[in-house]
């Protein structure tokens, strides 16, 4: 799956030239990787109270306090990710296995062993049929912007209340829903005779709604989701048109069955050490973070972002989103918007290590008028192994 496989941590590692340790085991070129990262987040919260998935305000975002410190994960957790590949007749295979687990918690004597295993998945193909992939990973929809968000090695958005016990939210929520983890079947179509195109689908094993604020209301059935993207890429310049669709059933009493139905569109591009990048979610039933999460309710996201190498091992970056509900549905507990705006620099100490330091606001805004406001920094860094 060329477009969506080489996306993630993996993909990342081997941006910023870390190396796995990679040996042979018969017909099986086998490689161990992973991430491991921490960052020094301090956050301030002020304004009013703004109910639903509120990431500025005091509840979400600092955790129920007015003001709170964590040392814990950034966007990304820490990582063991396990890889094999092999030329078996006419098809290159690969088999991989990815093992995640969050840094911070609330106690200094309580096991820490939540592991959120995202990915383990194969994929077989070539160049002529393109590939085939089947198991749990990442999805296609939102997965361009979000791996390409400069906070993905960052924080973002230094939300209290997901930084301990798991990660920070980077733009989700705040110009981008979740790019989500699925069951899935998928396929892409081999680039070399596509000319630049991509073209990537995939059948997503259907999820309930996942609300944070209420009761699930939405169960899934017999529909599974579907996913695609058509992308273009040539001399620096993407551009990539997604969408995704599922049936949700009501469980509950009064509540009607509805369709989720979302299209994104964006574009990148890169000259020298400049970079920009803008990308738009919009549709019904996309949610704040995560799948119908605000049940049958209209909504668009807007993610823009440009960074600056002033040197070969420093970038500096702006980025800015907003992620904005068109109803005061009762999924949304009377929230409008949530924006985010993180100013942040990222220094190469080595070919694995980067050391990050950021700056933002983010600010949630009801559809009454009222509005509160989390001002967040953060320093520390990733390793890429």
């Known amino acids: 799956m060329k477009t969506v496989v080489m996306l993630g941590a993996l993909a990342i590692a081997a941006a910023q030239g870390a190396q796995a340790a990679d040996f042979k085991a018969g017909d099986w070129n086998v490689s161990l990787g992973g991430i491991v990262n921490a960052y020094y987040t301090q ?12 990431l500025g305000g005091k509840a979400v975002g600092c955790g129920g306090e007015k003001d709170r410190t964590t040392i814990g994960n950034g966007l990304l957790p820490n990582g063991l990710v396990t890889s094999a590949t092999s030329r078996q007749g006419d098809y290159d295979v690969k088999a991989l296995i990815g093992i995640y687990n969050a840094t911070a918690t609330d106690s200094a004597i309580a096991v820490n062993s939540g592991v959120d295993v995202r990915q383990a998945y194969f994929t077989f193909g070539n160049d002529r049929m393109g590939t085939v992939k ?45 790019v989500g983890y699925y069951g899935q079947i998928a396929y892409s179509a081999p680039k070399s005779s596509l000319g630049g195109f991509g073209l990537d689908a995939a059948l997503v094993s259907p999820v309930a709604d996942t609300p944070i604020v209420a009761a699930p209301v939405y169960t899934s059935k017999t529909s599974p989701q579907f996913q695609a993207q058509l992308s273009y890429a040539a001399d620096g310049f993407k551009t990539w048109l997604g969408a995704k669709s599922q049936k949700f059933s009501a469980t509950a009493p009064g509540v009607r069955d509805f369709t989720m139905a979302g ?92 050391l990050v330091g950021e700056v933002g606001q983010t600010r949630s805004k009801a559809f009454t008028g009222a509005e509160a406001r989390m001002n967040g920094a953060s320093l520390g860094g990733i390793i890429f192994f």
Not at 45 to 53: I, K, M, N, T, Y
Not at 320 to 348: E, P, Q
């Open 43 to 54: 956050v301030s919260c002020s304004g009013d109270a703004v109910g639903g998935l509120a």
């Open 263 to 354: 299209v994104e569109a964006g574009a990148s591009y890169q000259a020298g050490a400049l970079g920009v990048l803008a990308n738009f979610q919009g549709g019904r039933g996309l949610g704040i973070l995560s799948d119908a999460d605000q049940g049958d309710t209209r909504s668009k996201a807007y993610f823009v972002q440009a960074t600056y190498k002033p040197a070969d091992k420093v970038k500096l970056g702006l980025s800015y989103g907003i992620s904005r509900n068109d109803d005061d549905t009762a999924g949304t507990f009377g929230l409008k918007s949530n924006a985010n705006l993180t100013g942040g620099v990222y220094w190469s100490l080595t070919s694995a290590i980067t």
């Open 134 to 178: 089947l198991g749990r990973d990442n999805g296609i929809f939102g997965a361009t912007a979000i791996f390409a968000d400069m906070t993905l090695i960052g924080t973002g958005a230094p939300v209290q209340a997901t930084q301990r016990g798991r990660v920070t939210l980077g733009h989700i929520g705040a110009g981008y829903s979740y």
